[in-house]
């Protein structure tokens, strides 16, 4: 069954024309099986061709329809509302194709945003009561935080935009404990990413929840960043502040707009032999002068596991960071109470998934 004329008229006849000569050979193959008898085409209606079921979204009332025609007695929906307790973030679009998929009926832009932020109040609450009821949810979670004393004396330390009705950045700090693990270590919602900011964070950081020496802290060159770890980084005890190896390269890269030396810059980060560096950074100045006059205004511990001491632990981006990000992405849209509450509940979880498989191996004595 077909609802296409032209399409029919071009199997059933051999001659070529103007428009036509261009098809691909192997679709000939179709207009083969239909003279041989195999394949039989027959005109129908747009409105009865039931392969539009499959390809193409269709009003409620045509939907059930070709549901009959081809003898299907229930759907079952995935999905029958859309979860914006699940998805928050969902884009207003989602919302409106949604609307006429299920009902045919187009909502404006105004009016799904405008329901949107109703069903966002119903579930999380408003905005303005998210904020006075923060610190009284704060003060009952700081007892049951768990600490840091397991992991390695590393800390990634990353920021990210919130995307709900009040601007803000969360800026996060994540290490990785004895089974090489992601560990979140410490959540801050912030202004933005400024070397105030950042210097609150690193301060109560240090105090309240990594007052350890020799701390390793990997991030990356943002001039706020920088500026405070300038200030806060002398008060930890033997501290040390090192570049993400991908966020290096990437700013030469938009400098240079040369991506062989993007990869070389990578390649001799990961290097572990001084020798071996050496020479690879001989040969870089040799062939770009003007990008080595650059790198050497870097120390090499910055950037360099050959010159690091072994301080990062192999860590030689903010991959631990950007995953915690990634994980929270969802949330970032939420009242700010809510946005806590997830973030809180979602690493418990983790937590003590992961402390049931210890468990688990030392039952089984693997451990």
Request: hydrophobic share 35%; proline share 3%.
């Amino acid at each position: 069954m077909c609802d296409n004329c032209s399409a029919i008229q071009l199997a059933k006849n051999s001659v070529f024309h103007e428009k036509s000569k261009y098809i691909d050979v192997r679709f000939h193959f179709l207009r083969d099986l239909v003279n041989d008898g195999v394949v039989e085409l027959s005109y129908c209606n747009s409105q009865d061709q039931i392969a539009d079921i499959m390809t193409k979204p269709k009003k409620l009332e045509q939907f059930e329809k070709l549901c009959g025609m081809l003898g299907v007695v229930e759907v079952a929906k995935e999905n029958e509302e859309v979860s914006i307790s699940e998805d928050p973030d969902i884009p207003i679009k989602a919302l409106v194709k949604e609307v006429v998929t299920r009902f045919g009926y187009t909502v404006t832009y105004r009016r799904a945003w405008t329901a949107k932020q109703i069903a966002m109040s119903q579930i999380y609450g408003d905005w303005e009561g998210s904020y006075k009821e923060l610190p009284r949810w704060l003060n009952a979670v700081q007892y049951y935080a768990p600490g840091f004393s397991f992991c390695k004396p590393i800390l990634q330390v990353d920021g990210t935009f919130l995307t709900g009705k009040y601007a803000g950045t969360l800026l996060i700090a994540s290490s990785q404990d004895g089974n090489r693990r992601i560990f979140p270590v410490a959540f801050a919602i912030v202004e933005g990413e400024t070397r105030e900011a950042w210097e609150w964070f690193f301060y109560n950081l240090r105090t309240n929840v990594t007052p350890q020496s020799n701390i390793c802290i990997i991030s990356y060159r943002g001039t706020g960043l920088l500026g405070a770890l300038r200030t806060e980084l002398p008060q930890w005890c033997d501290g040390q502040s090192v570049y993400c190896i991908r966020h290096v390269a990437s700013n030469f890269n938009k400098e240079f707009r040369d991506n062989d030396l993007k990869e070389k810059l990578i390649e001799m980060g990961y290097e572990l032999m001084r020798p071996r560096f050496e020479r690879m950074l001989a040969v870089l100045r040799q062939k770009n002068s003007r990008a080595t006059a650059r790198l050497d205004k870097i120390p090499k511990e910055k950037w360099t596991q050959s010159y690091d001491d072994g301080r990062r632990y192999g860590h030689m981006t903010m991959n631990l960071a950007e995953c915690v990000n990634e994980i929270l992405k969802g949330a970032r849209f939420l009242p700010i109470t809510t946005l806590v509450r997830a973030t809180y509940h979602r690493l418990n979880s983790w937590f003590v998934h992961h402390r049931n498989e210890a468990t688990n191996m030392i039952r089984a004595g693997h451990v």
